[in-house]
């Protein structure tokens, strides 16, 4: 992609101390989940769940921004458009040019008990086969996915039994190139919200598409305390 690009994908340095979060944007997620020092990186991204270990006594407020995930045809034409949106709302983004490259990636995140800390863009030529490897991570039936020897098992989910299955992904937004797409696209998000378990919003353009990221951005925010150490 260039130097360019490559500069503003994520930078995969995470912080050592370990953050506990105290308020969600969710009233009906979980109330106190802790975030993992090593939050994002490509090949194994841990979530955020419930933990039994004992809580600092020091806590400094503070706000994570979710980070985005692009499942694209052409991600240079996404870079290019929505740079300014990700700058501003989201805590960097990682690029996928495949489905399959995405499904994998997302097979090795946690899964199950976690509060979701990331909002999928795609294109409407990746949105089904995206929506289907959600759902698969989800329900751990993925025999419905094509076959891919690099595909890694999904992890147990963590959390308990009780625990609704949550994965990484949290929102989706799907830009579609032309208006004769929209009616096939809407009709088919009410199907694949309802699979998924994800609010999935359609963007005709790019405006509209920065509109939407820097909605579902604000929907993600997680607002989390850090211990003083």
């Known amino acids: 992609f260039g130097s360019s690009l490559a500069a503003a994908l994520l930078d995969l340095e ?14 009906s997620a979980l109330s ?10 490509p090949a194994v991204s841990r979530g955020w769940h419930m933990s039994p ?6 806590l400094s407020a503070e706000t994570i921004r979710p980070r985005l995930i692009v499942c694209h045809g052409d991600l240079m034409h996404v870079y290019r458009s929505q740079a300014s949106i990700i700058n501003q ?17 997302l097979f090795t995140q946690e899964r199950g008990g976690i509060i979701p800390w990331c909002v999928l863009l795609t294109g ?40 609704e299955v ?19 696209a809407v009709e088919w ?7 998924t378990g994800l609010p999935i919003l359609i ?14 951005a604000e929907e993600m925010i997680i607002r989390v305390t850090r211990a003083s150490l």
């Open 124 to 163: 409407w030529l990746e949105a089904k086969p995206c929506a289907a490897a959600i759902a698969a991570a989800r329900t751990g039936k993925h025999g419905s996915l094509r076959t891919d020897a690099k595909r890694p098992e999904l992890p147990e989910p963590v959390g308990g039994d009780a625990c």
């Open 89 to 105: 709302e989201f805590d960097g983004a990682l690029y996928f040019h495949t489905v399959p490259s995405f499904t994998r990636w």
């Open 189 to 195: 998000c009410h199907a694949a919200t309802a699979s």
């Open 14 to 27: 995470a912080p050592a101390s370990c953050r506990v979060l105290a308020m969600l944007s969710d009233a």
């Open 32 to 41: 106190l989940a802790f975030l993992p020092s090593h939050l994002g990186a």
């Open 166 to 184: 949550r994965v990484a992904v949290g929102r989706m937004l799907v830009l579609i190139s032309s208006k004769q797409q929209k009616p096939a």
């Open 203 to 216: 963007a005709s353009n790019d405006s509209k598409a920065t509109e939407c990221l820097a909605s579902l």
């Open 53 to 58: 270990g004992s809580l600092p006594r020091a």
